[in-house]
């Protein structure tokens, strides 16, 4: 067998790297539109119409694939946790912006690597050395830096961001267990449906007890576009992500994850006239370095999945 038959070759990694440097730096864009709506939509309901246009883009993909019922229907249940975990990803890093920097929530969500090698761990049985066990505190140091301040300037709601970054690593936990035997743009559809039917049933319950950041709004035609540019933008970085992940490594991609903090900031800077401070810039790149380290580690070690999971822009 020759290397080229086990390897990706150079043409195509290429080609990968290139689709995830669109990919990474489209995905601000999202995140741009979202906190311009989400001031007068609640976020829930940004989530159930992104939900929705994912699930409307992918099914005459899944139909002309023929992959559309190509799941493990035995798998149905952790389907469903993965759909829930992507409603809540969604709705707790959407839900801060109203009140956050877009680069500072962006750098908060970035400890997810971090949370996620802590828990393949504890629930995977992977064996994680003390270097990365040092590397995960230096990047939660890192976090803090960034979080302290936003807390004083906004509350407990900058904590939001780490409960998605959480919920997002458990969803990439699941993902692991599943990739393997289902198809991964079925996995994408079906995990829009079940978050989709989970943001509609949490809008339904929010407005039958009245709870306003619960209770879906009529948005002027201003917001609809905000909300539609939003999901067309994910679905645009979802799917370049897909196939960046096809054709190179994910060891190879993982680390280019990052500039997305870089195109968020200028993005930021350019929209909101938002910059962030020394201290945060600071918690930025130690959190960058910290999960750069620990990608890189996982490298080295051969400790990257056989069908690694796609990033899911947010």
Avoid at 179 to 187: G, L, R, V, Y
Avoid at 269 to 283: I, N, Q, R, S, T
């Amino acid at each position: 067998m020759t290397m080229s038959a086990i390897t990706p070759l150079r043409h195509e990694v290429s080609l990968g790297l290139f689709l995830m440097v669109l990919s990474v730096l489209i995905s601000p864009i999202i995140d741009i539109f979202a906190k311009l709506a989400v001031t007068t939509v609640p976020a829930t309901e940004i989530t159930f119409v992104r939900l929705l246009f994912q699930m409307t883009v992918l099914v005459p993909i899944c139909l002309m694939r023929g992959t559309l019922f190509d799941v493990t229907w035995k798998k149905m249940g952790l389907h469903a946790t993965r759909g829930l975990l992507m409603a809540i990803t969604m709705i707790t890093f959407v839900t801060p912006l109203a009140v956050m920097e877009v680069a500072d929530a962006i750098a908060i969500f970035f400890v997810e690597p971090i949370i996620l090698t802590i828990l393949g761990s504890i629930f995977l049985k992977e064996t994680i050395g003390w270097r990365r066990y040092t590397a995960c505190g230096v990047g939660f140091f890192g976090s803090l830096l960034v979080i302290q301040p936003s807390l004083q300037e906004v509350g407990l709601i900058a904590l939001l961001p780490v409960v998605s970054a959480f919920s997002l690593a458990l969803f990439f936990m699941l993902t692991r267990l599943v990739a393997q035997k289902e198809d991964p743009w079925s996995m994408q559809f079906y995990a829009g449906l079940w978050g989709g039917l989970f943001s509609g049933a949490l809008l339904l319950v929010g407005s039958s007890a009245g709870i306003s950041f619960l209770t879906p709004v009529m948005p002027d035609m201003t917001n609809m576009l905000y909300i539609a540019a939003a999901a067309v933008a994910a679905t645009i970085a979802g799917v370049l992500g897909v196939y960046a992940y096809r054709a190179a490594p994910a060891s190879t991609l993982a680390p280019l994850q990052y500039l997305e903090i870089v195109s968020a900031t200028i993005l930021g800077w350019w929209v909101f006239g938002h910059l962030p401070d020394a201290v945060k810039w600071l918690g930025i790149a130690i959190i960058i370095a910290s999960g750069l380290y620990v990608i890189w580690r996982e490298r080295q070690l051969n400790k990257t999945a056989t069908t690694p999971p796609v990033s899911m822009p947010i």
